[in-house]
């Protein structure tokens, strides 16, 4: 069969999610709007996720694996999954499902007019500390990337991956994925997707990689705007 989106998801330590995860996922590929599959990128889980991802996988043909050596963080895992992707859509959706596989057919609404169509989360369900450190982190951003984004960390995103391919690795760059799809002179587009509490696993919050990183970070943004070779040939033999 040939598809035209991917689905990535990172995954680390993730294993009380995956049942959930498989049956949310091959439900939406029931009503996907463009032929789908979904690639489960093991980001050094140290539980038994593997074991649980592979039987997943050998139970659903659109199902696929990447299995990490260690934890390398998400950044890293979305270049991998960039990297492997094959199909001409590339998207991304957490493991632990606070955003919904469903809503990915509101942004493939939008996709062939954009290189990045990304969710943007209303009606938020995480603690008051997450969101008003999101919120000051996202203002940071802006300041620095001027990418006009309200929310650049909703995991549930779509690139033609001809772009996301494009985009350089370093710590940090999933916070920047919109900024660096303006930097290739493409277009994004933001849409309002729904949000849900997390219902199992642990979350991996932290002040250090949700407010210190991040700022930290928007210097990195900075050095790699200024670096960044961009081009397009006009004319060939």
Known sequence: MAYRLTILVPAYNEYDNLNRLEKELSNYLAIASVSTCVTIINDGSTDNSQVRIEEICMRNKDFSFIQLKQNYGLSTALKVGFDHTE???????DADLQTAPKD??????????????????????DNFLKKI??????STRRVFTKDGMDDTGCPLKIFQTKY?????LFRGLHRFLPAM????????????VNHFPRTA????????????????????YLWIKRK????????KN
């Open 87 to 93: 199909t001409e859509l590339v998207g991304y959706i």
């Open 133 to 138: 450190i999101s919120k000051i982190a996202n």
């Open 228 to 235: 960044y070779i961009n081009y397009e040939i006009e004319k």
């Open 164 to 168: 996301a391919k494009c985009i350089p």
């Open 104 to 125: 990915f057919n509101l942004l493939l609404e939008h996709i062939d007019h954009y290189q990045l169509v990304t969710g943007v989360r209303t009606n938020r369900k």
């Open 201 to 220: 696993g642990k979350t991996k919050f932290n002040l250090g990689n949700r407010f210190i990183g991040p700022i930290i970070d928007c210097f990195a």
């Open 181 to 192: 799809i303006l930097l290739q002179n493409g277009k994004i587009k933001q849409i309002p």
